[in-house]
């Protein structure tokens, strides 16, 4: 089952902040955050693994609650180049489950 | 970059012929997905490998098949391609399940 993502789109002028957030009705191994610009893959951002941790990349980090099954990603001083659609992931259960199931994204729009 | 390539990139074809897309990747990762993208739906998985002739079904494998005869090519194969699968293909590789997962250019179908 797909992963809930909200809010399904945001507009923002540069230097704002936006929170990005991915809820499971399963419990989660992990939750992984991807964004994937127009016209290209999806690339890469972080993975947060059980036990509540937080991680960062700049200006970007993301937070995750096991047992409200949710994640959150946080975008401040948001910057032209952010701009794109942001995917979460979730894997469920670990061990030998080898796949994420993604939400269906949020297209993040930074103008000048 | 990670080594992964998808061909073709672009194809047009009609309904009821079998179409087989190709990914190869040259970084020797385990693990390599199958990935669908429409407006609407986000991502969501058709088939993934986790090695060598070790295949196993996404959420959205109806009318796909796969194949995986050495560790750096990943076939899908459309059987018989139906207008519903028309849509952006992409394959995604990873060194373990579900980490990082490193996405190909993507392949643009058009079944008329």
């Known amino acids: 089952q797909q992963p809930v993502q909200s809010p399904q789109a945001v507009i923002l002028r540069e230097g704002e902040d936006a929170v990005i957030n991915c809820s499971s009705s399963?419990?989660?191994?992990?939750v992984h955050w991807y964004r994937q610009k127009h016209g290209e893959a999806p690339v890469f951002l972080m993975i947060l693994l059980k036990g509540g941790e937080q991680k960062g990349h700049d200006k970007i980090s993301a937070s995750f609650n096991e047992k409200k099954q949710q994640s959150s990603l946080y975008l401040t001083a948001s910057q032209l180049s952010y701009s794109g659609t942001y995917f979460c992931?979730?894997?469920?259960?670990?061990?030998?489950?080898?796949?994420?199931?993604f939400g269906k994204g949020t297209l993040l729009t930074v103008n000048p | 970059d990670a080594g992964i390539t998808q061909s073709p990139r672009h194809k047009v074809t009609e309904t009821g012929t079998p179409v087989t897309l190709r990914c190869h990747q040259t970084e020797n990762h385990r693990y390599m997905y199958w990935y669908r993208q429409d407006p609407g739906h986000g991502l969501r998985l058709i088939h993934y490998?986790?090695?060598?002739?070790?295949?196993d079904k996404g959420e959205v494998s109806d009318g796909y098949s796969v194949s995986r005869s050495k560790t750096e090519d990943f076939l899908l194969t459309l059987e018989s391609a139906t207008s519903s699968q028309t849509s952006v293909y992409f394959c995604?590789?990873?060194?373990?399940?579900?980490?990082?997962?490193?996405f190909g250019p993507g392949t643009r179908l058009l079944v008329l």
């Open positions: 995604a590789i990873s060194r373990s399940g579900p980490g990082t997962q490193y």
């Open positions: 490998s986790y090695g060598v002739k070790d295949t």
């Open positions: 992931g979730t894997e469920i259960g670990g061990g030998s489950n080898y796949k994420l199931t």
């Open positions: 399963k419990a989660l191994y992990s």
